[in-house]
């Protein structure tokens, strides 16, 4: 009777471990997407001043 006993809990043991691994890998694969998200809305950004400064600097040439 103790074996048996002694196996459900393990296996109840090892289900706690793989949920608490399993919230922590949710937890960094939000984290991730809001540091992806950030990044483009970075990029966007960057990329927009790139535009208006080649714009500026194409009507500073046609202005020569």
Same mark, same amino acid.
């Given at each position: 009777m103790f074996w048996p006993m *002694?196996?459900? %809990?393990?296996?109840f043991?090892?289900?706690a471990v793989l949920a608490v691994l399993a919230v922590?890998? *949710?937890?960094? %694969?939000?984290?991730l997407g809001r540091q992806v998200t950030e990044s483009a809305r970075r990029i966007n950004r960057a990329a927009e001043d790139l535009e208006r400064a080649t714009e500026s600097a194409a009507r500073a040439v046609d202005a020569l």
């Open positions: *002694f196996a459900v %809990a393990v296996g043991l090892g289900l922590k890998v *949710f937890v960094e %694969a939000q984290r």
